[in-house]
């Protein structure tokens, strides 16, 4: 019986939200850097996750691109994006954080509302 609740607790762990803060650089295929508008694609050396947000920022600095919205597991239905000058707009999205070897290696999102489209891709550094 006891067995049974260490692998009950195993699995609730794994799929606890890894709240916290990274270090990293938001990195995008050149293709991708070619293709997008001016300020559709975010720039960050640091992402902060919490309950219900993904922030984006650099290391330092107050201001963040923050992706507001529900999490289920690993991946979060964004509702709103709040820019870097406080702003918040209404969105369609979605965030998904990635695992290497049970520990966050990366987080993106992707947002889309009638005033254009907004994406982040971080990776975590390991140095």
Do not use: K
């Amino acid at each position: 019986m006891l067995s049974l609740a260490f692998l009950l607790a195993a699995q609730f762990a794994a799929d606890a939200l890894p709240t916290g803060t990274y270090s990293g650089t938001c990195l995008y295929p050149q293709a991708v850097e070619e293709r997008a508008a001016p300020g559709e694609l975010v720039s960050c050396n640091e992402v902060h996750i919490s309950d219900g947000q993904i922030s984006f920022g650099q290391r330092g600095w107050q201001s963040r691109t923050q992706f507001n919205g529900i999490f289920e597991g690993s991946r979060m239905t964004v509702s709103s994006v709040t820019l870097p000058n406080g702003r918040t707009y209404e969105v369609r999205g979605v965030c998904e954080i990635y695992f290497a070897n049970e520990e966050v290696s990366t987080v993106a999102c992707t947002a889309n509302s009638n005033r254009g489209s907004m994406a982040a891709n971080f990776v975590v550094s390991r140095l």
